[in-house]
């Protein structure tokens, strides 16, 4: 069993940056694809992007194509999460997920795989 905690979310402007961290509790995390999910209120959860168990690939929502990175560390156990050119419409409650399977790489996990969360908020 992975546990997962996500840390780094707060409230930023417009424009600004930020960098989500993931932590799990096991080395197994160097054995699994991991993604991020995140959900608005009022809103389903939205996959966001996933990268390979080795950092070789990395797959973008179109919504955060090209202000988003994917990052991991698998020495440390942790995924990242960089998010440049911050929109309103980014705010939501952002979660890691830990992929069962090395296929579809674009849904959204199952939700017995997600951490706890961590809240960005987009206002000026």
């Known amino acids: 069993q992975v546990q997962l905690v996500e840390s780094g979310g707060d409230v930023v402007q417009p424009g600004g940056s930020l960098r989500l961290s993931c932590t799990a509790s096991?080395?197994?995390?160097?054995?699994?694809?991991m993604s991020w999910v995140r959900q608005a209120p009022g809103k389903g959860p939205e996959w966001v992007s996933t990268?390979?168990?080795?950092?070789?690939?990395?797959y973008y929502a179109d919504s955060v194509r090209g202000r988003f990175t994917i990052s991991r560390d698998n020495y440390e156990n942790t995924l990242y999460l960089q998010m440049n050119n911050l929109r309103p419409d980014d705010s939501a409650l952002y979660y890691c997920?830990?992929?069962?399977?090395?296929?579809?790489?674009?849904?959204?996990?199952?939700?017995?795989?997600w951490g706890q969360g961590t809240q960005v908020t987009v206002s000026a």
């Open positions: 997920a830990r992929r069962p399977e090395p296929r579809s790489r674009t849904t959204i996990p199952p939700r017995d795989y």
């Open positions: 096991s080395v197994a995390f160097s054995y699994y694809d």
């Open positions: 990268i390979t168990f080795n950092g070789g690939r990395t």
